[in-house]
Each structure stands twice: as C-alpha cells, then as structure tokens.
C-alpha cells in the first residue's frame, strides 16, 4: 500500500533463533504509540534475553508460533519500561499494533502482554478454570516463584485473574501481584505485572518468621484502638462559581491508602506498631496549623476593567498605572466562563489567549518600568475573584522573614473571608531556596472538621497565597460562598466506622517492603493491613492529593467506598 512503513525485519515466531533477530531502530520509539515502525539505516540486534524471552512466550501462547516478530523498540514509560514488540499476522504489511509485547531489557521477562480480544456467546472458562491457567502461566513465567489467584473481575467480556506472590505462605504486598486476562473464548490475551518490572529473586530464609505473630482476634483489636480514621468534610472537586454546593461527611484512612507499600492502618505484626512509626523516616513537613481569622466580609469581584484595577489597586496593593491592558472570556469544559485582565507588555505577536502563559517574560524592547505583569481572573457571570498573579523584574528578591511573610497573608486574608471569626487549617508548603518561595494554603474548618476538595493536591488551598522575596506574587481562590454542611451530631462514631471498614476490607498478614528514601535499601515487615489491593501502580510525580479519598466510610451509613 502506498505511503505504507513496513518493519525493517520480520522473522516467524515459531522459528525464532535466540540471539540471531535483527531490527531497524526507531525514528521514535515509544510503548504501541499507534505507529508503525520507521525504516532507518544501520541493523542493530534484539538483545540475546529478550529473544529467550519471546521463546518462552510463544512456548506459552501456542497460537503466537504462526505470527511474526516485529521489533517496535524501546519503551520508557509512563508505568512500564523494556523492549516491546508486536506479533504481526502478515509479512507483507504487519500489523504493530493489535499483538503485541514488551520485554525487560536485561532479564528478558515478559512485562506486558496484550493480545486481540475475540468473542463468544457465553464464556469458555468457569472461574476456576481461568484461575488454574493463570497460575500455570504465571509460575511458568516467574520459574520459582509461588503465587495464589486472589481476586477475578469480568469487565467487557473480558476475565482477569490477579494473582499475589507469597513467601513462607504468607501474601506480598500488592507490588507484586501479576494479572492475567482471557476472553470469551478461553483465549489468554492479556498479561501485566502490577509495577511494570520483573519479579526478583527472593531469599524466604531473610523474611521474618510468621510462627509468632499477633492473632487475628488481637489484630482487629489494636487496629479499632488505634483510631486509623479522620472525620473530614469532602466538597465537589469541580464547584461553578454563584452555585450551592453540598459536602459530603466521611471517614478517611489517616495518612492514606495508595501513597506507600501499605494503608496508613497497616501495623506490624509482632509487635504491633504501626507501620509508618517503625519505617525510614521520611522528609519532614511542616504541620498544619489550625488558626482562626475575623474576616472583614468584604466583596471583591470585576466584571469591568475599571473594577479590575481597583481591586488590584485595593486588596493587592499593586498599581497598574498606564500599562496596557488586555481584556478576554474563556469557557471552560464545566461551562463556566473566565473574565481574563491582563496588564503588561509582551512580544508584539503574542495573541491575548496566550499572555497568561507568557507572564514574567518580556520584549527586548521593554524599558525597566515596563518589565511588570498583572493578572487578574474572575467569574464572568458573577465577578467572583478567583485568581490574581503580579510579575515584577524590578521587584528585589528579600529576606522574607516568616513572620513577617504571615503577617502579610493574614491581612489578606481577612479581607477575603466572611465577615465574622473563620477557623482555618494554615499550612507552608514553601521551599525556600534562592527565590524564598513561600505558599501558605488555608482550608475552613466547620464544626471542627477539616474540609477540603475531592481532588485537592497538597499544594492547594481553598485560599492559596505564594510569597516571592516577601511579595506576593499569586493568589488562588477555590472556595464558594454558598456551601451546605451536614449535621455532624448524627454520624456514626470512629469506633462503629472502622467496624464497617474491617467488614468491607478485613485485616490480611503479609509481608510489606519498606523502602529507605535515602539509600533505597527494602526493609520486610509482617504485618496486618486492611485487604486492600491496588488496581494500577500510581505515579507521584507531583504533589499527592490533601487527603487520600480512596477508601471512604460514609460518616452516616457506614457504607464503605473504594474509589481508585
């Protein structure tokens, strides 16, 4: 076919000679980025394990001896990283994309396996049968290891069987759960090891020993004494401006569900401590500080450019004097319509929608008084403030003294809360540095009870304010005026939630790894944690969520939720 890029080498699965398959790199290699593989010049050969790797493979998967190895390239990420590969039906004009796999690099262990799915009218395989071929898989894959088939979902036709490693007869933590999946038809079409790596070697001689270990009886017990949960107020991690938002009241596991190698309830085993109190310590963070401010009630919102620079001129102390303004709306996905107000000077091309992005960099041209930007966003329906940014190339970057820095953001504070005394959570996620960065975000507190968005990063606030120097430099609001907050007198106690939770989720021994962050040395515990088990491996790339709402007991029902 015309225009058509054809792999720069094939070879027949079923005869495939380790160590002999040669391919043409990649222009860009990237994990079945729905591209075929682009021819190049020089040859280079698949890795010698990697070919024992789609060996064993195809031994495994009878039907792959009949296709022909594509060589696709290497994968860095997102979850999974090794040398993938498509089984093509065709020689002539392979199909990259419908069978394919990747490899570990080093090992040559299948890491990812996904196969077209094909259907039938009633399914091929009971649970049982589906357990025992998965098993057979897995433990031919992993040569050595033990597993047991832990958990089956059946989603589109299609059934997965997850299965857990054990040691000593005693369960991993979730890091090392394999999934294998089948469809309709009895066919094995999908395989994936839960962190995307190879399953290392373990020693059981090294684990400790599970003969003296607190009884289960026991364990429930210490777990209900420990108090594991914290009663918050969740609002809608998306609110319209102007529009009456209701809270939800649950419970929540403290210090979360998917941030570590086990929930923040899990406790050794032994001794019975809990697990995040016997771990490598890990970086310090300032607590939140709970404060509260009389707010003075005032309104602030713009609809106008006139209104605009007198809120600048009014709350933020900022004159925007004879810089050049430019005014625009955007509507949001939600429906909702921003008011832009962007004052300053830019590149003469730059397109007014695009100037939010350009704040703080200026046109050659741009004398020293004119190297100043000012932003300010607001609901174009209502007015509402929601967020205002001052760049200043003229301002000079000073000590910040902490209290001074305070200071500064609860005079603004005050000045954006309800009239009357409002108890806040305060925290600095500042990092310091060069620059003195200092973020002060602040959450309401009803009726004692922290209250935060479903979604809500720690470096958010219902009011966020970021200091430069001792500027302010960005204020972010993420709050509404008209909020509906149940009767907490009515819910059910810690002690009857966690009861709720023990039912739904109930207490499991096994082995956890905790990893030193500093020499990243893994450390094995026993332990009894809530059954519990990731869906996917989870990426903190960025700041983790305020509070960890993946497991939830409704503060009324005591109805448990998992939310992943």
């Not at 009949?66 to 696709?72: F, G, I, R």
């Not at 005693?170 to 294998?180: C, E, G, N, R, T």
């Not at 790894?513 to 989870?538: I, M």
């Amino acid at each position: 076919m015309k225009g058509a890029r054809k792999p720069g080498i094939l070879v027949l699965a079923g005869v495939l000679a380790a160590g002999s398959l040669c391919v043409t790199p990649l222009m860009e290699a990237s994990a079945f980025a729905g591209k075929k593989v682009q021819a190049a010049a020089t040859v280079t050969p698949v890795p010698l394990q990697v070919s024992k790797g789609i060996q064993q493979v195809v031994k495994l998967v009878p039907e792959l001896a009949k296709t022909h190895v594509a060589y696709v390239g290497e994968v860095d990420g997102p979850g999974v990283s090794g040398v993938a590969v498509a089984f093509a039906k065709s020689a002539s004009d392979p199909d990259t994309q419908s069978n394919r796999a990747i490899f570990d690099p080093v090992t040559g262990g299948l890491l990812v396996l996904e196969l077209a799915p094909q259907k039938a009218e009633k399914p091929a395989l009971t649970d049982q049968q589906a357990s025992t071929r998965a098993l057979a898989f897995v433990t031919s894959l992993e040569n050595g290891n033990t597993y047991q088939a832990y958990e089956i979902t059946v989603k589109d036709g299609l059934t997965t069987v997850r299965l857990v490693r054990k040691i000593n007869h005693v369960l991993l933590d979730d890091a090392y759960d394999s999934f294998v999946t089948f469809d309709s038809t009895g066919r094995l079409v999908g395989f994936r090891n839960f962190n995307g790596k190879s399953h290392e070697k373990l020693i059981p001689a090294t684990f400790p020993s599970a003969q003296r270990v607190i009884s289960a009886p026991q364990a429930a017990q210490l777990f209900m004494n420990s108090q594991p949960l914290e009663l918050v107020y969740l609002l809608p991690e998306k609110g319209m401006s102007g529009q009456r938002q209701e809270a939800r009241l649950v419970y929540v596991i403290k210090d979360g569900v998917i941030k570590q190698s086990h929930t923040g309830g899990a406790f050794d085993a032994v001794n019975g401590k809990r697990l995040l109190e016997s771990a490598a310590p890990q970086t310090s963070k300032t607590a939140a500080q709970a404060v509260t401010i009389n707010g003075t009630g005032e309104n602030w919102s713009a609809l106008t450019a006139g209104q605009a620079a007198n809120v600048v001129r009014a709350l933020f102390k900022n004159e925007p004097g004879k810089l050049p303004l430019v005014s625009f709306d955007q509507t949001l996905e939600d429906g909702q319509v921003l008011r832009y107000f962007i004052w300053g000077h830019f590149r003469p091309d730059a397109k007014n929608e695009d100037k939010m992005y350009e704040l703080g960099l200026y046109p050659d041209a741009a004398g020293s008084s004119e190297k100043k930007h000012i932003m300010l966003v607001t609901d174009a329906k209502t007015g509402e403030l929601l967020r205002y940014v001052s760049k200043n190339d003229q301002a000079k970057i000073q000590a910040g003294d902490g209290k001074q820095v305070w200071n500064a953001a609860e005079a603004t504070l005050k000045r954006l809360l309800p009239s009357g005394p409002t108890p806040l959570r305060v925290s600095n996620e500042g990092s310091g540095g060069e620059d003195k960065t200092v973020l002060i975000n602040a959450d309401p507190v009803v009726n004692g009870i922290p209250v935060y968005r479903e979604g809500q990063t720690a470096a958010e606030g219902m009011y966020s304010l970021l200091y430069r120097g001792g500027a302010l430099e960005e204020v972010i609001l993420n709050r509404s005026d008209d909020l509906v907050f149940p009767q907490a007198s009515k819910a059910i106690s810690q002690q009857a939630a966690a009861q709720h939770l023990l039912k739904a989720l109930p207490l499991e021994l096994s082995y956890v790894h905790l990893t030193n962050p500093e020499t990243g040395a893994v450390t094995w515990k026993l332990a009894y944690d809530l059954s519990f088990r990731q869906a996917r491996a989870h990426c903190f790339c960025g700041p983790g969520e305020k509070v960890d709402t993946t497991v939830q007991v409704d503060a009324f029902s005591g109805k448990v939720t998992v939310k992943e």
